[in-house]
């Protein structure tokens, strides 16, 4: 039985680009974005939430403090040693590396609980091109609402929600803001 597929679209706040709202299979639920809004020439640290269409490639979580979320996409624990390599020089950029690593790399097993429940965002990753960006993802919301270092996030009942609407071929469609 073949799903129709369920597509998310982010489209940021014209007034405050670091906010936005996530529709969802007829749902819509308010999203923080990057810091410096959305880009669609997104580059390292520039702060960017990139705009386009992507695919939803994978879901990590801490089965230490949650449950296997229920989703289309394949759901993979986090290890204690998982990191994100965020060094544009290197040969696994934008890649999961194993910590400590040699290179910058970003650490997934956080003390928040931000990466409780990650889902991997297909931006710049067949090809990588150094310096396009890299860990951006589907994540929980920070508690205080302050914007992410590029990501979506989203509280996380309703990541949660989110996550079992998609489908397989589900994709992520960041919109600019409209003016």
Not at 33 to 57: C, I, M
Not at 88 to 107: F, G, I, Q, R, T
Not at 125 to 153: K, M, N, Q, R, Y
Request: hydrophobic residues 40%; proline residues 10%; negative net charge.
């Amino acid at each position: 039985m073949n799903q129709k597929p369920i597509d998310i679209v982010v489209i940021p706040d014209a007034t405050h680009p670091q906010r936005g709202q996530l529709h969802c299979g007829g749902h819509v639920f308010a999203c923080v974005l990057g810091r410096n809004g959305v880009s669609p020439s997104k580059r390292e640290g520039d702060g960017a939430t990139p705009t386009g269409k992507f695919p939803l490639l994978r879901v990590f979580y801490r089965e230490d403090r949650v449950a296997t979320p229920l989703t289309a996409l394949p759901t993979t624990p986090i290890a204690q040693d998982d990191g994100w390599c965020d060094a544009p020089e290197d040969p696994d950029y934008n890649h999961l590396v194993k910590m400590p690593y040699a290179a910058s790399a970003e650490n997934m097993w956080r003390d928040d609980a931000l990466y409780d429940v990650v889902a991997v965002i297909g931006h710049n990753d067949h090809p990588v091109i150094d310096g396009a960006g890299s860990a951006i993802f589907l994540h929980v919301a920070p508690p205080d609402g302050e914007p992410t270092a590029g990501c979506v996030a989203l509280d996380f009942v309703n990541l949660l929600s989110v996550l079992r609407l998609m489908t397989p071929s589900s994709v992520i469609d960041i919109h600019e803001p409209q003016r």
